[in-house]
């Protein structure tokens, strides 16, 4: 579905996320000592020009700010997207306010292009 969203005549190209709650999880174990941790979701990213990727910083941050526009979960609390590379946790403390991004970070990748 991320593929066909993609490609949509609708515009050129777009990065395609898609999120469900994980009910009863947490994650508290994980987040940030001595911060409090909202709910988690499953978190898939197509991304345009590339396909499905692992985990997406700006896909992460992106659904944060839509779900924390919402209203549903308090501002102050972290949201643990799980991506199939990892989880990522995103805060935005006020709409319209920078978003704080933490989690694993990992080498996968490296070329070299001679020009």
């Not at 009863?24 to 909202?38: I, N, P, R, S, V």
């Not at 896909?59 to 799980?82: H, K, M």
Request: charged letters at 15%; hydrophobic letters at 40%.
């Amino acid at each position: 579905l991320g593929e066909a969203l993609q490609h949509s005549p609708h515009w050129d190209g777009i990065n395609v996320t898609f999120a469900s709650p994980l009910p009863g999880e947490k994650h508290q174990d994980q987040a940030m000592q001595g911060q409090e941790l909202a709910e988690a979701y499953k978190t898939f990213v197509w991304e345009r020009g590339v396909g499905e990727t692992r985990a997406c910083g700006s896909a992460a941050c992106a659904l944060a700010a839509s779900l924390l526009a919402s209203g549903l979960f308090p501002r102050a609390e972290w949201l643990s997207l799980v991506f199939p590379g990892g989880t990522l946790y995103v805060r935005q403390d006020q709409e319209g306010g920078d978003a704080f991004l933490c989690g694993p970070g990992a080498f996968v990748f490296s070329g070299k292009l001679d020009l």
